[in-house]
C-alpha cells in the first residue's frame, strides 16, 4: 500500500499541493494552520455543516458529500487527487470511517498506528510497553474492587461512560442506562472497566517532527463533559433524589498549563512513546498524537488513552498555547504544526518520510 500511496505522491505538483480533511471535529484547527503557512486548502464536507467552513472562511475547496464514508468513493478520492491533496487525518476518520487502508489519497501520519488507536488493548500495550503508569483494567464485572469507570469500544466521547463501585452497582446502572436509551445491551456485554483514577484529568498534544528530529509538545487541554461536569452545578440533595447517574459526553476543551515540576516526567513519556512506536510500525509515529492522563494528588500520571493523530483538544492553543510559543516564539499550534512539517518537508524534499 505504501508503494502505491508514494506514486499517487509523485504525481504531485510540488509547489500545488493542497491540505484536507472532514470538515468536523478539528477542521478549522487543520485548515486554517494550512492557510497561514501558505497552502490552499479542501474540505469535504456534508450539506448540514457546509456553512460553518464557509462562515469561518478556511476553505479554498469545498467537496459535498452525503456522508463522510464517502470519502472511500472514487470519484471523490479521484477529485482529491487531482487537487494533489495531502489528508491530515483525525476523530471523525476513526468515528464515521474506521480503517484507512482503502484510502489510496496520501496522507499526513502513519496509517499503521492510527489503526492501533482504535483498539483499546493494542493502545495498552503501547502505552504499557513504553513503561508509563495505567489504571488497572478488570476483565469481568465482577473482578470490580473499588470505584471503576466503564467504557465501551471506539471512539465515542465519552457517551455512556459510568462509574460502578462494585459488581452490583455495574449490573443496577447498566440496566438503568440501557433502559433510558443511552447504551445497548451489546455495550453492557463489550464493556471495558477500568481502575478510577481520582484525580483530573489532563490531555496532552505533542508532535514528533522528523524535520526537527525530536517530540514537541504542543499544547494542553482538559475536557468540558455533560453531565459529570455539571452534576456540581445542583445540591447534592437533589442529585441524589434524581437518580442521577452522571456519564462523560464531550462538549469542549479547557487550556491548561501544569504545575512546571511535572514536565520533565511528561516530555519524557512523550519521547518513551514515541520511541516504542518505531517498534509498533516503522518509522514510528509521525506529526500529531496526544497522550491522556489523569494526575493524582502525589502527582503520580495515569495514562488511559493514546490517540495517534490530532485531537480536538489541541484548538485550545490557537493561535499559540503557552508551551508552543515559548518553543516556537511565534503563533504555533497544531493545524499550523502539521503544514510547517509539511512545507519544510517539500523545501527539504523530506515528504516521502512524512506521507503514508
Ligand atoms: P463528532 O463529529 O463531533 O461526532 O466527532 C467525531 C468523533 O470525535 C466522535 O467520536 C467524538 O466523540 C470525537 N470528538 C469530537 N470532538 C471531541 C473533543 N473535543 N474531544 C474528544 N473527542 C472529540
Ligand atoms: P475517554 O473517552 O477514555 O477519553 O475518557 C472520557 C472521560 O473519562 C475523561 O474525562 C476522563 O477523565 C475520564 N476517565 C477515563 N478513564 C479514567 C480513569 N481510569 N479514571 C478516572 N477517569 C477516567
Given at each position: ?119 483499546r ?14 489504571p488497572?483494567v478488570y476483565s469481568s464485572p465482577d473482578e470490580i474492587n473499588g470505584l471503576a469507570i466503564v467504557k465501551y469500544p471506539g471512539a465515542r466521547g465519552g457517551k455512556g461512560y459510568f462509574i460502578a463501585s462494585s459488581r452490583d452497582d455495574f449490573y443496577r446502572k447498566a440496566e438503568e442506562l440501557v433502559k433510558r436509551g443511552v447504551i445497548s445491551e451489546e455495550d453492557v456485554e463489550n464493556a471495558h472497566i477500568q481502575q478510577y483514577i481520582l484525580?483530573?484529568p ?21 475536557r468540558y463533559e455533560s453531565n459529570v461536569d455539571g452534576i456540581g452545578r445542583i445540591p447534592a440533595d437533589e442529585q441524589i433524589q434524581t437518580g442521577i447517574i452522571p456519564t462523560y459526553t464531550i462538549v ?52 488511559f ?52
Amino acid at each position: 500500500m505504501r508503494d502505491r500511496i508514494l506514486r499517487i505522491l509523485q504525481t504531485y505538483r510540488k509547489n500545488g499541493i493542497r491540505i484536507g480533511t472532514i470538515g468536523s471535529h478539528s477542521a478549522l484547527n487543520i485548515l486554517k494552520g494550512a492557510r497561514d503557512e501558505g497552502f490552499e486548502t479542501v474540505c469535504i464536507c456534508r450539506e448540514k455543516e457546509r456553512f460553518v467552513y464557509e462562515n469561518f472562511g478556511v476553505a479554498d475547496h469545498i467537496i459535498q458529500v452525503e456522508n463522510f464514508r464517502d470519502l472511500l468513493l472514487e470519484d471523490v478520492q479521484r477529485k482529491l487527487i487531482d487537487l494533489n491533496t495531502i489528508l491530515i487525518p483525525h476523530g471523525s476518520y476513526n468515528a464515521y470511517i474506521g480503517s484507512l487502508y482503502n484510502l489510496n489519497v496520501p496522507v499526513f501520519g502513519n496509517r499503521v498506528l492510527m489503526e492501533w488507536e482504535t483498539v483499546r488493548e493494542k493502545q495498552r500495550e503501547w502505552l504499557e510497553n513504553s513503561g508509563l503508569k495505567l489504571p488497572k483494567v478488570y476483565s469481568s464485572p465482577d473482578e470490580i474492587n473499588g470505584l471503576a469507570i466503564v467504557k465501551y469500544p471506539g471512539a465515542r466521547g465519552g457517551k455512556g461512560y459510568f462509574i460502578a463501585s462494585s459488581r452490583d452497582d455495574f449490573y443496577r446502572k447498566a440496566e438503568e442506562l440501557v433502559k433510558r436509551g443511552v447504551i445497548s445491551e451489546e455495550d453492557v456485554e463489550n464493556a471495558h472497566i477500568q481502575q478510577y483514577i481520582l484525580g483530573v484529568p489532563v490531555y496532552f498534544s505533542f508532535f514528533y517532527s522528523a524535520v526537527n528530529d525530536r517530540v514537541e509538545l504542543i499544547a494542553v487541554d482538559r475536557r468540558y463533559e455533560s453531565n459529570v461536569d455539571g452534576i456540581g452545578r445542583i445540591p447534592a440533595d437533589e442529585q441524589i433524589q434524581t437518580g442521577i447517574i452522571p456519564t462523560y459526553t464531550i462538549v469542549g476543551n479547557i487550556p491548561l498549563v501544569v504545575r512546571e515540576s511535572l514536565l520533565s516526567r511528561i516530555l519524557r513519556d512523550g519521547e518513551r512513546v514515541y520511541r516504542h512506536s518505531k517498534r509498533i510500525a516503522e518509522p514510528g509515529m509521525v506529526g500529531p498524537f496526544c497522550l491522556e492522563s489523569i494526575i493524582d494528588e502525589n502527582g503520580e500520571i495515569y495514562y488511559f488513552e493514546i490517540s495517534a493523530r490530532i485531537v480536538a483538544g489541541s484548538s485550545v492553543g490557537i493561535p499559540a498555547s503557552p508551551y508552543s510559543y515559548v518553543l516556537f516564539g511565534e503563533n504555533m499550534y497544531m493545524g499550523r504544526r502539521i503544514a510547517r512539517e509539511i512545507r519544510l518537508g517539500i523545501e527539504k524534499d523530506m515528504l516521502e518520510e512524512m506521507v503514508f
